[in-house]
């Protein structure tokens, strides 16, 4: 069983600045996929950023191109999500998921078929 744990979320003003954190115990070799999801309340869970271990492809949603980074140093590192110049609409719970396939057979819309899943970390954007 892979475990996930989140952190880095916080409070920010508009146009600010968070990186959060994801770290994975466990069998993490088997790992083929991982990313980043969110969810406001009243909405949705949505798929933001996600990256193919073994290959490094990463692909983002369009509301977050050119604003956040995902990145992970190594194969079975921590992974990371940089957020940059953050927008009020960008406040929800941020998750880390991972997934032991590889990642342009998954959900990533909704990640309804992603197996292993952080408890969470909340994020703030105040206007």
């Known amino acids: 069983q892979v475990h996930l744990v989140e952190s880095g979320g916080g409070s920010v003003q508009a146009g600010g600045s968070l990186k959060l954190s994801c770290t994975a115990s466990?069998?993490?070799?088997?790992?083929?996929?991982m990313g980043w999801f969110r969810q406001a309340p009243g909405k949705e869970r949505e798929g933001i950023a996600r990256i193919d271990t073994e290959t490094g492809t990463i692909d983002y949603h369009d509301s977050v191109k050119g604003r956040f980074t995902i990145s992970q140093p190594g194969r079975w590192d921590t992974l990371y999500l940089q957020m940059n110049n953050l927008e009020p609409e960008d406040s929800a719970m941020y998750y880390c998921?991972?997934?032991?396939?590889?990642?342009?057979?998954?959900?990533?819309?909704?990640?309804?078929?992603?197996?292993?899943w952080g408890q969470g970390t909340q994020v703030t954007v105040d206007s």
């Open positions: 998921a991972a997934d032991q396939t590889k990642c342009q057979y998954l959900d990533f819309t909704r990640g309804r078929d992603v197996r292993y």
């Open positions: 466990g069998p993490t070799y088997s790992i083929f996929c």
